[in-house]
């Protein structure tokens, strides 16, 4: 049985996900390259998203979004973390690398053991991977 399904999903859910938590510390920091950095992450996890998202509905299937519950509580406690913290700027940088670091490991997780029939869902999900990546070697200067 083919696994495209599940990884659109998944890709679908870390995408959101990273929208999200991107959201949650955007205007946390008055560094302005931290905040161009994280507009231009927020760009490519939209679009990651969107094509995720496109997939699933080509294929007549939906994509649950994280629960209001879930989005509010990830809202307060990043905020709450920056906001408390003496280095607003190096505490944004961990908890965007330990985001896409939890990121990576569902990506490779499901690279190693889904198996995608479809090139296009198999490239979507190296786009992540990739992605969060190079964000997390972007964010690893303002630690």
């Given amino acids: 049985m083919p696994d495209d399904i599940p990884i659109l999903r998944s890709v679908r859910k870390s995408t959101q996900m990273g929208c999200h938590g991107i959201r949650a510390v ?34 007549g299937e939906k994509g649950r979004d994280i629960s209001a519950v879930a989005r509010l509580g990830s809202l ?41 029939v479809d090139p296009k869902i198999s490239s979507l999900s190296t786009r992540l991977l990739q992605t969060e990546q190079a964000n997390i070697d972007e964010m690893m200067r303002f630690l």
């Fill in 26 to 59: 955007l205007d946390e920091s008055p560094n302005r390259e931290i905040r161009t950095a994280l507009r231009r992450q927020l760009a490519e996890y939209e679009e990651l998203f969107c094509e995720a998202d496109r997939l699933l509905h080509e294929r």
């Fill in 76 to 116: 307060t406690v990043s905020r709450m973390r920056v906001r408390t913290s003496p280095e607003p700027e190096a505490k944004i940088a961990e908890l965007m690398v330990q985001g896409n670091t939890r990121g990576m490991l569902k990506s490779l997780h499901n690279l190693r053991t889904l198996d995608a």
